[in-house]
């Protein structure tokens, strides 16, 4: 588990193919690494990831095919910058949110614009995140605990504050940039409770609709 709060921007060393996935190599900035060992969990970009090697201010990790067809890991190249955080411990304050490091999948910058000292940016997530995403809730961006300013449809809107903007990849973002997208996990936990025994049926789907809330007495029902 993670919260959100960026630690250090490292820097991609090497991407090794190894049998149709790679290894990555990561080049670790100022993260602190002495009390990292081999197996210990470090999210880039928002991606838990699990230490296999260390090899100074820098680790290796391997990714699945899995992770590189639903995450942008893939489309790093050697000198990318990433976001860095470590595995929260019981010791960690939580100043972000409570985040897994499971992208759920890969949104894109449509816009960003100055707003007094800060930045407002615009993104487009995948169609079926969008019932995930409110207004005033969390959302995790390339690893970074952000909240949701305003939502249309697929489409959200996000202000980041100096700071962020200075201590993780953002400042980087353009209109066209994908980034990974963790939507909060309270709310996919509970589209889950709310479906009750239809849980295991697979052909029930999401089964969060408006019709679905109505007869359950989270709204009013339209009639």
């Known amino acids: 588990m993670f919260t959100g709060i960026i630690q250090a921007v490292g820097e991609v060393h090497r991407l090794e193919p190894r049998g149709g996935d790679l290894r990555l190599v990561v080049g670790t900035g100022a993260l602190p690494m002495t009390d990292v060992a081999i197996g210990d969990s470090i999210a880039v970009n928002g991606v838990c990831l699990t230490t296999v090697h260390l090899e100074g201010p820098a680790f290796a990790a391997d990714v699945s095919r899995e992770t590189l067809s639903q ?9 990318s910058p990433v976001n860095l955080e470590k595995a929260l411990t019981l010791a960690t304050p939580l100043g972000g949110h409570l985040v ?35 207004p005033k809730g969390s959302i995790c961006v390339d690893g970074t605990s952000l909240t949701v300013n305003r939502v249309s449809g697929a489409c959200f809107e996000l202000t980041i504050v100096p700071h962020t903007w200075q201590a993780t990849i953002i400042a980087g973002y353009r209109p066209g940039t994908r980034v990974n997208l963790e939507v909060d996990l309270i709310a996919r936990y509970l589209e889950r409770l709310l479906l009750g025994e239809r849980a295991a049926d697979p052909q029930a789907g999401s089964g969060l609709t408006e019709a679905f809330l109505a007869r359950h007495g989270f709204i009013p029902s339209a009639s």
């Open 100 to 134: 897994s490091g499971h992208v759920d999948g890969v949104g894109e910058v449509l816009e960003r614009r100055e707003e007094a000292r800060a930045w407002r940016l615009r993104v487009q997530a995948p169609d079926d995140l969008a019932r995930y995403i409110a």
């Open 71 to 79: 995450t942008t890991l893939g489309g790093l190249r050697s000198g």
